[in-house]
């Protein structure tokens, strides 16, 4: 950072929202995005809901091998 930053009008928390949720974005490669998107249209759904569900079946495997 450079020392010529001047914060002393800053605000601290000026922008915190208490229970705000936070969308982490999350980024495919090409080939992941289409074959997902081929897969979301036929069974007509949304790419996050399918994303949502694959992730979910994922973590639970991942949670009952440990």
Do not use: C
Not at 13 to 41: Q, S, V
């Amino acid at each position: 950072m450079r020392r010529e930053y001047d914060f002393s009008k800053g605000v601290r928390g000026k922008f915190f929202r208490k229970g705000a949720e936070l969308n982490l974005p999350i980024y495919l490669d090409n080939a992941t995005r289409r074959r997902l998107e081929r897969i979301a249209k036929r069974s007509g759904k949304p790419v996050t809901e399918l994303v949502n569900q694959l992730l979910k079946k994922d973590v639970e495997l991942l949670e009952a091998l440990t």
